[in-house]
């Protein structure tokens, strides 16, 4: 079956004058909370169910701080609401 | 065709070279084959590409393909072509140990993956499975449940990856012929590093079955190869749709080897611009030297690129760390530490951002393609950088110092976020390799190997020999 072509939308992209936000730096998801970080890996961890040993929640913060400026820079893009997500699922 | 049968020839002829012989009766399949498995036993504790060698059915097979051409029946294409496959492969009777330790207690695949069918269909040998970094999440190469893969050119350096033993091997003359994935360069970083062709297809393209994923949304297969004809016969050998992988896309098969003296005259081709600039030495010289070959002196500029690697680099740590979570609960222990703290980190990212990055990525799609109105062909670096020592953590991007793990791919990931397909030429640059992106729009793989086969031929791309 051949894959179907996204839906068109109208919209593409706010104006450039929507202006984004600055980057913070890594580990500030808001810039608001520089400490939270470490706490949110014990707790998520907790809530997941993976046990942290001693001396991995430092490892696993930093490549988390890695990906919540990664994710910043997509958080911060301006999207239509009438976008798809990319994946297709086929029933 | 070969004059001699002396071991260094069959180590350095091309596929199509093995496979001509072969359907001639010049040689025989299993000639080639045990000549492989010598190459392998001789120079592989050297390279540490391999972490399984099928050698009695490498045997069985190539007698098998000698009996058929004996009693007068067709060869295919790649008939006694030994080639070896990334160890996410299913081979039956292996289990799939995808460079974990974990893996090692899977029961053996009880069938080889759709890819591994269809180049024994088309007479290629499986001599063995390939070394690789730890469930693919990793541009190093490095592994240290089996070891690292080393470079040929320099046994202290890195092969790159996450494909590293196909790099190694192909580029060791070892195997002509490889197969690996690539999620977000892992086919492409390798070929870089180790100065190789490797062909990332389409998304969709060639099925995945019976391989053991990474990022279902993200997660590609392809060959590795010495030249470009050797990867299109191994293309189009795995053409073709396949209902056991859902994103398989239902597509006739477009056969390139007809297609590869066409030349690239005619085709409107840029080098991609901002983000793509090369910032180190080696990177920039090779772009010029195929921009200067191909007489381009265009650029483009592809949209919001740093944001779809950024996007690329969520989605994978995301759907990495979810495909990985009961192994995390159990047995985080087992994991390379540097893997572990990577997929913990992307099971806490959060699911709304995640799904952000998949609606950014068809924003991406959408852009990107209004630009193949205008071009056939973008050009860009593979690597950022030659192949890093064994060992490095950092390297120098600009005036940045980057992690190597996580940026060697800093080229091939805003690529693959959208399936581009993709030709990694490598640009023989004294002393070590380094490749460069032929980037065509979805589903023109020909157009990408035809342009790398003009560079091919023209001395403008190739594979060096190493010194090994």
């Given at each position: 079956m051949q894959r179907k072509p996204p839906r068109k939308s109208k919209h593409r992209r706010a104006k450039t004058s929507?202006?984004?936000?600055?980057?913070s730096p890594p580990g500030q998801i808001?810039?608001?909370?520089?400490?939270?970080?470490?706490?949110?890996?014990?707790?998520?961890?907790?809530?997941?169910?993976?046990?942290l040993e001693r001396g991995w929640s430092e490892g696993v913060a930093f490549?988390?701080?890695?990906i919540l400026r990664h994710a910043k820079l997509v958080d911060e893009f301006p999207l239509a609401d009438d976008i798809e997500p990319g994946p297709v699922f086929y029933a | 065709m070969l004059d001699a049968l002396a071991p260094d020839d069959l180590a350095w002829s091309t596929a199509a070279q093995l496979a001509a012989e072969v359907v001639a009766g010049r040689l025989k399949a299993l000639e080639v084959v045990e000549a492989a498995l010598a190459r392998i036993r001789a120079r592989d504790p050297l390279l540490n590409s391999?972490?399984?060698?099928?050698?009695?059915?490498?045997?069985?097979?190539?007698?098998?393909?000698?009996?058929a051409r004996a009693s007068g029946k067709p060869l295919g294409p790649l008939a006694g072509v030994p080639f070896a496959v990334k160890n996410l492969f299913d081979i039956a009777g292996l289990p799939t140990i995808a460079g974990s330790k974990i893996n090692r207690e899977k029961e053996p695949a009880r069938q080889d993956a759709a890819v591994i069918e269809r180049l024994e269909h088309a007479g290629a040998v499986l001599v063995g499975a390939l070394n690789m970094g730890e469930y693919a999440y990793d541009f190093t190469g490095e592994n240290i449940h089996d070891g690292a893969s080393r470079n040929p050119h320099d046994l202290k350096r890195m092969t790159g990856g996450s494909s590293g033993g196909s790099g190694g091997a192909v580029?060791?003359?070892?195997?002509?012929?490889?197969l690996g994935s690539d999620t977000n360069g892992s086919i492409r970083v390798p070929s870089s590093c180790c100065g190789i062709f490797g062909l990332k297809p389409t998304y969709g393209r060639l099925s995945r079955a019976r391989s053991f994923p990474f990022v279902a949304s993200l997660d590609h297969v392809g060959p590795m190869a010495r030249s470009i004809e050797d990867l299109a016969l191994a293309y189009d050998a795995m053409q073709g749709f396949d209902p056991d992988d859902p994103a398989c896309v239902n597509r006739t098969p477009q056969p390139v080897t007809p297609l590869l003296g066409r030349g690239a005259a005619g085709l409107r081709i840029a080098v991609a611009g901002n983000y793509f600039k090369p910032r180190g030495a080696e990177a920039l010289q090779a772009i010029d030297r195929v921009?200067?070959?191909?007489?381009?002196d265009r650029e483009i500029d592809i949209p919001q690129a740093e944001r779809a690697r950024s996007a690329a680099f969520l989605i994978t740590a995301s759907e990495g760390a979810s495909l990985h979570l009961d192994r995390l609960r159990s047995r985080a222990r087992d994991y390379d530490p540097a893997v572990r703290d990577r997929l913990i980190a992307g099971a806490m990212a959060p699911a709304s951002l995640v799904v952000k990055a998949h609606k950014f990525r068809r924003w991406h799609r959408e852009e990107v393609l209004k630009l193949f109105a205008d071009v056939d062909v973008?050009?860009?670096?593979?690597?950022?950088?030659?192949?890093?020592?064994?060992?490095?953590?950092?390297?120098?991007?600009?005036?940045?110092?980057l992690p190597v793990r996580a940026n060697l791919g800093i080229y091939t990931q805003p690529i693959s976020f959208i399936g581009l397909p993709v030709v990694a030429v490598p640009i023989p640059l004294s002393p070590l390799p380094i490749a460069v992106q032929i980037i065509a729009a979805p589903w023109r793989e020909d157009i990408a190997l035809r342009v790398a086969y003009t560079l091919e031929a023209d001395g403008i791309a190739a594979a060096p020999r190493p010194p090994i």
């Amino acid at each position: 079956m051949q894959r179907k072509p996204p839906r068109k939308s109208k919209h593409r992209r706010a104006k450039t004058s929507r202006k984004l936000r600055s980057r913070s730096p890594p580990g500030q998801i808001s810039g608001r909370h520089p400490d939270s970080i470490g706490s949110f890996v014990e707790a998520s961890a907790r809530a997941l169910g993976i046990p942290l040993e001693r001396g991995w929640s430092e490892g696993v913060a930093f490549n988390l701080r890695l990906i919540l400026r990664h994710a910043k820079l997509v958080d911060e893009f301006p999207l239509a609401d009438d976008i798809e997500p990319g994946p297709v699922f086929y029933a | 065709m070969l004059d001699a049968l002396a071991p260094d020839d069959l180590a350095w002829s091309t596929a199509a070279q093995l496979a001509a012989e072969v359907v001639a009766g010049r040689l025989k399949a299993l000639e080639v084959v045990e000549a492989a498995l010598a190459r392998i036993r001789a120079r592989d504790p050297l390279l540490n590409s391999f972490t399984a060698v099928t050698d009695q059915r490498a045997r069985d097979r190539a007698r098998t393909l000698d009996e058929a051409r004996a009693s007068g029946k067709p060869l295919g294409p790649l008939a006694g072509v030994p080639f070896a496959v990334k160890n996410l492969f299913d081979i039956a009777g292996l289990p799939t140990i995808a460079g974990s330790k974990i893996n090692r207690e899977k029961e053996p695949a009880r069938q080889d993956a759709a890819v591994i069918e269809r180049l024994e269909h088309a007479g290629a040998v499986l001599v063995g499975a390939l070394n690789m970094g730890e469930y693919a999440y990793d541009f190093t190469g490095e592994n240290i449940h089996d070891g690292a893969s080393r470079n040929p050119h320099d046994l202290k350096r890195m092969t790159g990856g996450s494909s590293g033993g196909s790099g190694g091997a192909v580029a060791g003359g070892l195997v002509p012929l490889a197969l690996g994935s690539d999620t977000n360069g892992s086919i492409r970083v390798p070929s870089s590093c180790c100065g190789i062709f490797g062909l990332k297809p389409t998304y969709g393209r060639l099925s995945r079955a019976r391989s053991f994923p990474f990022v279902a949304s993200l997660d590609h297969v392809g060959p590795m190869a010495r030249s470009i004809e050797d990867l299109a016969l191994a293309y189009d050998a795995m053409q073709g749709f396949d209902p056991d992988d859902p994103a398989c896309v239902n597509r006739t098969p477009q056969p390139v080897t007809p297609l590869l003296g066409r030349g690239a005259a005619g085709l409107r081709i840029a080098v991609a611009g901002n983000y793509f600039k090369p910032r180190g030495a080696e990177a920039l010289q090779a772009i010029d030297r195929v921009a200067i070959a191909l007489g381009v002196d265009r650029e483009i500029d592809i949209p919001q690129a740093e944001r779809a690697r950024s996007a690329a680099f969520l989605i994978t740590a995301s759907e990495g760390a979810s495909l990985h979570l009961d192994r995390l609960r159990s047995r985080a222990r087992d994991y390379d530490p540097a893997v572990r703290d990577r997929l913990i980190a992307g099971a806490m990212a959060p699911a709304s951002l995640v799904v952000k990055a998949h609606k950014f990525r068809r924003w991406h799609r959408e852009e990107v393609l209004k630009l193949f109105a205008d071009v056939d062909v973008i050009l860009a670096p593979a690597t950022p950088c030659v192949a890093p020592v064994m060992g490095q953590q950092t390297f120098m991007f600009g005036d940045q110092e980057l992690p190597v793990r996580a940026n060697l791919g800093i080229y091939t990931q805003p690529i693959s976020f959208i399936g581009l397909p993709v030709v990694a030429v490598p640009i023989p640059l004294s002393p070590l390799p380094i490749a460069v992106q032929i980037i065509a729009a979805p589903w023109r793989e020909d157009i990408a190997l035809r342009v790398a086969y003009t560079l091919e031929a023209d001395g403008i791309a190739a594979a060096p020999r190493p010194p090994i």
